[in-house]
């Protein structure tokens, strides 16, 4: 089932259950699409909208850490729910562990040990798959 479908899917279920909340993120990430389709002029593939999505998550964790620092809890709780009902439509991530030991592999695999290489060789493999963050990370980590 193609992602569009099931974010069509989840909107009817959030109007019948009445879940504003969900209603509201699921309406505002449709709208993106369709913004973008608009834009482009072609019909938005599931991996564009994965990629559409992560951006729309790292947008709402970075409001969730302003909105904290600013004591907004009602807009920090929030963001987290929209947050939650965003979540289940990404591919599953890896964890902390899997990403440091792949990293780690590619980083011994590679003949030139800069930062730059490595990002440019490593970022594709985890694309959709870890946060690009963490990534960074971790490969500063390891070649330092």
Known sequence: MSLRTQLTDSIKTAM???DT???DALRYLLSLIKNVE???KKELTDEEIISLLQKEVKKRREAIDQFKTAGRQEL???EEQQLVILLPFLPKQLSVEEVEI???SLIDALPNKDMST???EIMPKFKGRADGKLVSDLVKKLLA
Do not use: N
Request: without cysteine; charged residues 40%.
């Open 21 to 23: 909340i969900a209603l």
């Open 118 to 120: 490595a990002m440019r």
């Open 76 to 78: 920090v709780e929030k």
């Open 16 to 18: 019948k259950a009445h």
């Open 102 to 104: 792949e990293v780690k």
């Open 38 to 40: 608009i834009d482009t």
